[in-house]
């Protein structure tokens, strides 16, 4: 099985070299790695480029955000499954791609996910947040429930099939591609019982409350514009869910 992981980034030279590191020190034989810049200025590109062919496939273009970068990588991707890894984020060790292709394989699964940290932005041995996943069953997004976007994996045929990332849900739109694939169309998944990410504290979606707000707000998009009806608490959970991952 191919993976393809895909990383994009904008600006990101403070942190690059450690996603980039984290991915070519996996121990998975079979790894398609895309690099999409949006044509950085701080010195980003010239630390992906020293890697030479080690990143298989770069582009350095402007773009209309991180969404739409990603859409990028997926057009390029080769890879049986896709992975996405953000320039600020890094793999929890060295066997994770390992343990991504058994579970996918073992479960004859569409998709998989695990559980992720979010960790110190000067310190990664400090774990900010600590989001376990669990397993997903049937009414689980109806909870509140979604996986964290980082670890989720998902087979390019779900792409060809159903679509990618809308570029007019802000920053749910990861949260839309989830609810779109697992819970309207019921994709097969895998769950990994571990954490297989670890991202920097300081994302769009959760560096503030307005943008909080605005993200709740599309996530009622989210689930209007795929004809799908939440029950009439399912959006206060969502956020209400993440206080559980600070203790």
């Not at 954490?195 to 959760?206: D, L």
């Not at 956020?239 to 559980?244: A, E, M, Q, S, V």
Request: glycine share 8%; charged share 25%; hydrophobic share 40%.
């Amino acid at each position: 099985m191919k993976i393809s992981i895909i990383t994009v980034v904008f600006n990101g030279a403070a942190t690059i070299n450690h996603c980039i590191e984290s991915v070519l020190g996996q121990d998975y034989d079979s790894i398609e790695y895309i690099m999409i810049d949006g044509n950085s200025t701080d010195g980003t590109k010239e630390i992906i480029e020293s890697y030479g062919d080690r990143i298989h496939k770069y582009l350095s273009e402007p773009d209309k955000g991180i969404y739409d970068a990603m859409n990028k990588g997926v057009k390029l991707a080769t890879g049986d499954v896709i992975g996405i890894l953000n320039a600020d984020d890094f793999y929890a060790g060295n066997t994770i791609i390992s343990d991504v292709a058994r579970a996918i394989e073992k479960n004859q699964a569409d998709a998989c996910y695990g559980d992720l940290n979010y960790v110190d932005s000067n310190d990664e041995s400090i774990v900010k947040r600590n989001w376990v996943s669990g397993r997903y069953k049937p009414n689980s997004f109806l909870l509140g429930w979604m996986p964290p976007h980082p670890t989720f994996f998902l087979r390019k045929k779900c792409y060809e099939n159903f679509g990618n990332f809308r570029l007019d849900m802000g920053s749910a739109a990861d949260y839309e591609l989830m609810l779109r694939m697992i819970y309207k169309h019921g994709i097969k998944l895998a769950y990994i019982p571990k954490v297989i990410v670890k991202m920097r504290t300081g994302g769009v979606s959760n560096s503030n409350i307005k943008n909080r707000i605005e993200a709740n707000k599309n996530d009622q998009k989210a689930w209007k514009i795929n004809e799908l009806k939440p029950w009439f608490f399912t959006l206060w959970l969502k956020p209400i869910r993440k206080i559980t991952q600070f203790i």
